[in-house]
């Protein structure tokens, strides 16, 4: 990859940046290398203060420092983006598909262009490593509005032809089911967040988007981007703050029938309880405690360089992330050994430095709770073959959220809590196994079923026990691996419904049937 340049050579243009200082309810130590971003609600096409004036602090976790100040919105500013969506949902909702797919592409080209500043800012915002954000992330996020803007030019709809006594013809159609609200996770901010948006948009719903709290800032930037793209006002709304505040408020408006969330799984509980009475469409993406199961037959090489990547890419804060290791107990040893080996060569430091491995965790709290899990495998009984501990840095990044990549041996599957609960962080647990039915109770033991994966050269083998597995995706020999058309959603505690391709547009649409009797005046 080539040299990341300067942090001062990639911050966002001017046109992407705030201009005053806002006031704050919160008083931290402010970061000295610059002003942190004011980052007001967009509704309606403009940039506006929350209402009631209050503000949260969002930090750099790579250095502990205050990067922005969030608007900390409320029930009005909910309201007000409600509104703003509705009148621009009958413009928007009539234009022919073509239109909308070249606002979409314009609004792809346009980030495109800027993939760099986006990137830096999700960096510093989320603690993820700089290439991480420019590689994988914000490119995907372009392609997600690329991927639906084609989508929708392809579609067909069905039709039935009735004969006989009763001549009829019965036409299926979908229509935008009107203002979506979409609440997206701090672990890939826009990436995610683009991923709800584009298909919403597509469709022909207009949307109100809530953020997490604790990575706004590229979406704030995004909005930027909207109006220079020339999207009719109102048509993408984005409003800042917290769940318990505007995240409820969304979820509870009468006038948003449709809710998508990705998030954690308590949450996810709440929403569900929520929209309940008032029987509103509602996609779930929640937490995970995915196995990784690796038979003595596989590539070797492959499944540890992969596992490795699995365990840890950022930070291991990825829903994704094999955290549950189980490993054949004829090459356990082997794999082990190779897979400590592995991790330690991980580097844990300054996220804009290209030879950085492994950022910081998202927030203190986070922070915290990892360390917590690592106190309580010692607790259980476990043995940190590697990690469990703080990084020594340089200032300023002393300072930050890290931890070293975490290896944990000894917890028996079924009762040991780290090896039940989600921790979402860079900790893994690794396990012996004996046979196909011990390891296939072993993977299904934990209430969640996101995905698993699998490896073999065995290929009934791996049929067998991918049919057995209850998750939504099985990976075979491979990791991550998205086809953007295929279904992706949880099973179990891991969520309700399917994204991606014409499962995100049946979601966003309303299906009507109209049966067309044939009678004298239609022949």
Not at 430 to 455: C, I, M, Q, R
């Amino acid at each position: 990859e080539p040299a990341v340049r300067s942090s001062a050579a990639l911050m966002p243009s001017p046109a992407l940046l705030p201009t005053t200082p806002p006031r704050t309810t919160h008083s931290h130590t402010m970061s000295s290398a610059a002003a942190p971003h004011k980052l007001q609600n967009y509704i309606a096409g403009n940039f506006v203060d929350p209402i009631e004036g209050l503000w949260v602090d969002s930090f750099d976790p790579s250095t502990a420092t205050v990067n922005a100040h969030v608007a900390d919105s409320g029930a009005e500013d909910v309201e007000n983006a409600v509104q703003a969506a509705l009148a621009a949902f009958p413009v928007w909702s009539s234009f022919p598909v073509q239109k909308r797919a070249d606002f979409m592409n314009k609004l792809a080209d346009l980030l495109e262009s800027h993939v760099d500043e986006f990137a830096l800012a999700e960096s510093i915002d989320q603690g993820k490593t700089f290439l991480h954000a420019k590689n994988i992330e914000i490119p995907r996020a372009v392609y997600n509005f690329r991927f639906f803007a084609g989508a929708i030019l392809h579609n067909d709809n069905q039709s039935t032809v009735m004969t006989g006594a009763l001549e009829a013809v019965n036409i299926v159609v979908t229509q935008p089911v009107g203002v979506a609200g979409l609440i997206s996770p701090w672990n890939l901010p826009l990436y995610l967040l683009t991923w709800k948006i584009a298909p919403a948009i597509a469709a022909g719903n207009t949307v109100v988007a809530k953020p997490s709290e604790f990575t706004s800032v590229t979406a704030w930037m995004f909005c930027r981007l909207i109006t220079e793209a020339g999207f009719p006002p109102g048509v993408i709304n984005m409003v800042f703050g917290t769940g318990p505040r505007a995240g409820s408020a969304l979820v509870r408006h009468p006038r948003v029938p449709l809710i998508s969330f990705t998030g954690g799984t308590a949450t996810g509980a709440i929403i569900q309880r929520d929209v309940a009475s008032h029987c509103k469409k509602l996609s779930l993406e929640l937490g995970g405690k995915n196995p990784n199961i690796i038979f003595a037959d596989c590539n070797l090489d492959e499944a540890v360089a992969t596992t490795v990547r699995s365990s840890f890419l950022n930070q291991g804060e990825i829903c994704l992330c094999g955290s549950r290791i189980f490993v054949e107990r004829s090459i356990y040893n082997t794999f082990l050994e190779r897979f400590v080996a592995a991790t330690k060569q991980l580097k844990v430091g300054d996220p804009r430095d290209p030879s950085t491995t492994t950022g910081a965790l998202v927030s203190k709290p986070h922070y915290d709770k990892v360390f917590q899990y690592i106190q309580l495998a010692r607790e259980e009984g476990g043995k940190i073959e590697t990690g469990g501990d703080k990084p020594e840095l340089a200032a300023p990044f002393d300072q930050g959220y890290f931890v070293n990549p975490t290896i944990i041996t000894g917890l028996e599957p079924y009762h040991c809590r780290v090896q039940q609960e989600e921790i979402f962080g860079p900790v893994v647990t690794v396990w012996p196994f004996d046979t196909e039915s011990e390891v296939v109770d072993y993977a299904n033991s934990v209430k969640y079923g996101l995905s698993a994966s699998l490896w073999t050269s065995n290929a009934e083998r791996a049929m067998r026990i991918s049919l057995k597995i209850h998750t939504g995706t099985v990976w075979v020999n491979c990791w991550m691996v998205r086809d953007l058309r295929i279904p992706f959603g949880g099973s179990k505690q891991s969520g309700i419904g399917r994204e991606g391709g014409h499962h995100s547009l049946e979601f966003f649409t309303d299906t009507k049937t109209i049966c067309l009797k044939f009678s004298s005046q239609l022949q």
